[in-house]
């Protein structure tokens, strides 16, 4: 049998795939639509300094990641920092985030303020999710903190991301963002988040010459015009028009193309995958001359600032200059991810003045706009089971993206895991 396959996508779990493959003696070809590889992680040239277009971060429960760096001989190159978060409430900055931040928070009681620490206590130590996979998140949250507490602390995370669907996200999905940032911590009062020394473009590209090294080859600017099938099994891709023959392939793009290129899978497949919906991201990036706040994640609630929260990065991984990231959350149909850069740009500039007003126009070095169409997907209750398997009743294909994380949160451990996974089910 051919050691060669066809691995589709090279963001961070095609890249994983194509990885286990390699160390198991195949030889991957990994066919990629972009001019570089890493997807979501990759990096950009922001007037003169080399970042990732969407923030990441790292916690102590980023297992699979850590590992995978001890393979590549990078862990020497993984930093841990005490962080920082605030919240900005009734145009006041306030400290967030552990026990005492809570206690001083002005604007609810003492009892919902102990409910609300329960909440999260007990989340944080919770292992099984199963009993929350049929919940919806805001009746769930709700329960436990009342309607007070979470029109001040949750609604405008919900509203601000998922809007419209912001009454139809799985509870378990929300437990599970929780409990990852809740266990990345020295002790209930201090936060623990972890970079890597050149951002993610580190891990990329030991990724790549780990892969080509072991005969694995890359092919950029190729988007996949048609994954063919025949008979019941795949026959191969088609690009530029051309047939190239693969009998095994595996699919790591996002699930709503997947009608596009593969439309020959069985009809109420192809529904599965129709019915998926994601949220689309524009991320406005400020290059800054001085400190905006101490924290790394300030959440927000403002009846004036459209957002859930603003990331300075910074104050994770140091830099000769201040990053902060402003992500605008909203589903891709939504009017407003169709308005201008130049007008995400203004709110942004007004929403940091006045949060800082001491920062001033010419405290902006530089200001940038990336867009995702395909940044979230909506996971509803019970989301797992709607999906279809990821090796698929199409002999030689497997298929997966970020939605078979559920109920964890994307990110470049899971992808890391969920990709070698599926290296190790092609082979079997």
């Not at 760096?69 to 006041?92: I, R």
């Not at 303020?113 to 919806?136: G, M, P, Q, T």
């Not at 201040?322 to 995400?344: A, G, R, T």
């Amino acid at each position: 049998m051919s050691k060669k396959i066809a691995v589709i996508g090279a963001g961070p779990m095609g890249l994983a795939v194509a990885y286990q493959l390699a160390q198991d003696g195949y030889e991957p070809i990994i066919f990629e639509a972009g001019e570089k590889i890493g997807g979501m992680t990759a990096a950009f040239n922001f007037s003169g300094l080399m970042i990732e277009r969407y923030y990441h971060f790292h916690c102590t429960a980023d297992l699979d990641f850590l590992k995978i760096l001890d393979e590549l001989n990078l862990s020497n190159k993984m930093f841990w920092v005490e962080t920082k978060m605030g919240f900005w409430f009734k145009d006041k900055l306030q400290p967030w985030g552990n026990p005492i931040a809570l206690l001083k928070f002005k604007e609810l009681n003492f009892l919902i303020k102990l409910r609300y620490a329960l909440h999260i206590f007990l989340s944080v130590k919770r292992n099984n999710w199963k009993v929350l996979d049929n919940l919806d998140a805001t009746r769930w949250i709700k329960r436990w903190i009342g309607n007070e507490a979470y029109d001040s602390l949750w609604k405008p995370l919900f509203d601000f991301k998922f809007y419209d669907y912001s009454n139809t996200i799985s509870a378990a999905w929300i437990w599970g963002r929780i409990r990852r940032i809740g266990r990345s911590r020295y002790s209930i009062f201090r936060e623990k988040l972890g970079y890597l020394e050149g951002g993610s473009e580190t891990l990329l590209q030991s990724l790549r010459e780990n892969i080509e090294s072991c005969g694995g080859r890359f092919i950029l600017n190729s988007p996949i015009e048609k994954i063919v099938i025949d008979s019941g099994k795949v026959k191969g891709i088609i690009l530029q028009g051309k047939l190239q023959k693969f009998d095994k392939i595996v699919s790591t793009i996002p699930l709503p193309y997947v009608p596009q290129i593969i439309p020959d899978l069985p009809a109420h497949i192809l529904n599965q995958f129709i019915s998926k919906k994601n949220i689309a991201v524009v991320c406005v990036i400020v290059k800054l001359n001085k400190r905006f706040t101490e924290n790394f994640w300030l959440n927000v609630n403002d009846p004036n600032m459209d957002i859930p929260g603003i990331v300075e990065y910074t104050n994770l991984r140091p830099m000769d200059c201040h990053i902060v990231y402003v992500p605008f959350y909203m589903p891709f149909e939504h009017l407003k991810f169709k308005d201008s850069n130049e007008k995400f740009i203004k709110k942004v500039r007004q929403y940091m003045q006045k949060i800082n007003p001491a920062l001033k126009k010419s405290d902006f070095i530089d200001i940038c706009v990336n867009r995702y169409r395909f940044a979230q997907p909506i996971c509803g209750p019970g989301y797992l089971k709607d999906l279809p398997p990821i090796s698929l009743p199409i002999q030689g294909l497997w298929l997966a993206d970020t939605s078979y994380y559920y109920p964890e949160d994307r990110g470049i451990s899971e992808s890391i895991k969920l990709g070698r996974d599926i290296a190790r089910m092609v082979q079997i």
